[in-house]
């Protein structure tokens, strides 16, 4: 398993989460698990990600996740988990 | 497993409040490169230094991609040039030619700026480390990217007084012969007294002769989160205020210490410190003096302010060296007045002085640091401020440094713009009266005691 972390943030609208999600599907990213909320108006959801089964790299994905979040309206943003388990575990 | 929270935390710091690891420096040891002719010398030193830190911009872009976090510099230091050159130099000239090889390894890089360009002159000067010094003037005029620095003096050797008074006088000519630039020059040269052999900063990082053959070091940064952290304790007493800085600074560290660990491995160079000095930029929100002043000071320089700033350099190092197997460098808070805005401000609004900079300076890491003062300043007094600089490293068994700027041509009342990282700054006032004697008087001072500390 190799974890990332994809975080969600933007103006509500309907589709946010099936457009994030299709495009994980049609790259073989598997969703491990989502949390999602909206904050003073605002759509936020996180979600981890288990991408060993893709073909792409890392910066690829990036790449096209922030290209599908400016189509959406939303920033979309990709992290290795570590950065997470290291700041916030000892 | 991880939560919404946290994440939304970590963000929330490196997209509003500057968070990034602020550079990642590849050490390169060049004493194998030493032979007596010039031109083979500088061609072992482009072969090495091209193709130990070949990938070292590529793996800084990959890594801030992996993780989202802005790597700022990436940097390279090397041994200190008046040893590597010390058996094929016989000119100024000589030297100049390697600062050039340095500068053009540099640029093919990408690199931002290449430190080492350096004589460690503690004690005594060598006849090749006095050539090297006298042609900082002329290397750092003919190159853009090559910093260069001098110790000279530790609490071991107490201070070489004949290199002090040196020093002055390369600081000023530096500022002539690059006054076209505002004296630019001398933004790229420190003088040290105690000077790490591990240091990720420029303009004083160099690679000490007690390092490995390449050794990867970062220096993490983010005074604007400290700065957030320290308003979450608002109204709070001290021990709460050190708590909220101590659990930050080990978030912040954790961070670098993951990049340094990253880099060393896709580097296949082995991994040697993190530096924990909070480092400002000139960006808003990216300031010590803001730290400092949401303390509870209305401006940096006001009484107070030395006992908050080795709160925040104290607190910094603690949480820090947690989160760190290895700390070195500086690792403390730098107060660069022209890279950070709030203390800008505070020497426009009058609250901040060189004398009490001069204070602060003994309870936090380095020195008086990128200070702009007028370009009549004679040479003696500069040497001046450098001896009172490095006596309190000497005494204080601590860092300290001098990066001033007498700004050719400019005064009191004027500002001087450096651009970019450098950041612009208000002309200081100098104290007028004279140090000539003082300084004229060459030799030694002896190393202090270590006892009776009062």
Known sequence: MKKAIITVVGKDQVGIIAKVCTFLADTQINILDISQTILQGYFNMMMIVDIKDTVNDFATISDELEKLGKDIGVNIKLQHEDIFNKMHRI | ?454
Do not use: W
């Open chain 2, 1 to 454: 497993m991880i939560n919404l929270f946290e994440v939304a935390e970590t963000n929330k710091m490196i997209e509003q409040e500057n968070l990034d690891v602020r550079t990642i420096t590849i050490g390169i040891g060049l004493l194998d490169c030493i032979d007596n002719n010039i031109d083979v010398l500088c061609e072992n030193i482009y072969q090495k230094v091209t193709k130990t830190a070949k990938n070292l911009v590529e793996t800084g872009e990959n890594i801030e991609k992996k993780y989202g976090i802005p790597i700022v510099n990436k940097r390279i230091s090397v041994t200190p040039i008046a040893f590597v050159g010390a058996s094929a130099c016989q000119t100024k000239e000589d030297f100049v030619k390697i600062a050039k090889t340095l500068d053009r390894c540099a640029n093919e890089l990408g690199v931002n700026f290449i430190g080492g360009y350096s004589a460690i002159v503690s004690k005594g000067m060598t006849k090749a480390e006095r050539l090297l010094i006298e042609s900082i003037p002329q290397a750092l005029k003919e190159t853009q990217l090559v910093c260069s620095s001098v110790n000279v003096g530790s609490t071991k050797t107490g201070l070489n007084m004949d290199a002090v008074q040196l020093v002055g006088k390369i600081v000023k000519e530096t500022a002539e012969l690059t006054k076209e630039n505002d004296s630019i020059g001398c933004a790229k040269f420190v003088v040290f007294c105690n000077a790490p052999d591990d240091n990720p900063f420029m303009a004083g990082a160099f690679h000490g002769v007690s390092e490995a053959d390449a050794i990867i070091n970062v220096g993490v940064s983010g005074p604007g989160v400290v700065r957030n952290a320290i308003k979450s304790a608002k109204g709070k007493d001290f021990g709460e205020l050190c708590e909220t800085i101590k659990k930050t600074a080990f978030k912040i560290t954790r961070v670098g210490q993951l990049v340094a660990r990253e880099a060393s491995a896709a580097l296949n160079i082995p991994f040697g410190i993190i530096d924990l000095s909070l480092a400002p930029t000139p960006a808003v929100g990216d300031s010590i003096a803001d730290c400092l002043q949401e303390m509870g000071l209305e401006r940096v320089g006001a009484p107070g302010t030395t006992a908050a700033l080795a709160i925040l350099n104290d607190q910094v190092k603690k949480g820090g060296v947690m989160a760190s197997s290895y700390v070195g460098g500086l690792s403390g808070a730098f107060i660069p007045v022209s890279e950070d805005q709030g203390m800008i401000d505070a020497v426009e609004a009058g609250a901040l002085t060189l004398e009490k900079l001069e204070a602060m300076t003994c309870v936090c890491s380095v020195g008086l640091d990128m200070i702009a003062i007028p370009g009549k300043t004679s040479a003696s007094t500069i040497s001046g401020i450098i001896a009172d600089e490095m006596a309190i490293g000497m005494i204080n068994q601590k860092t300290t440094a001098v990066r001033i700027i007498p700004v050719i041509g400019k005064d009191v009342g004027e500002t001087v713009e450096f651009g970019g990282l450098l950041g612009y700054a208000p002309i200081m006032p100098v104290n007028h009266f004279s140090c000539d004697e003082f300084i004229n008087r060459g030799g030694r001072i002896p190393a202090p005691i270590h006892s009776f500390k009062n």
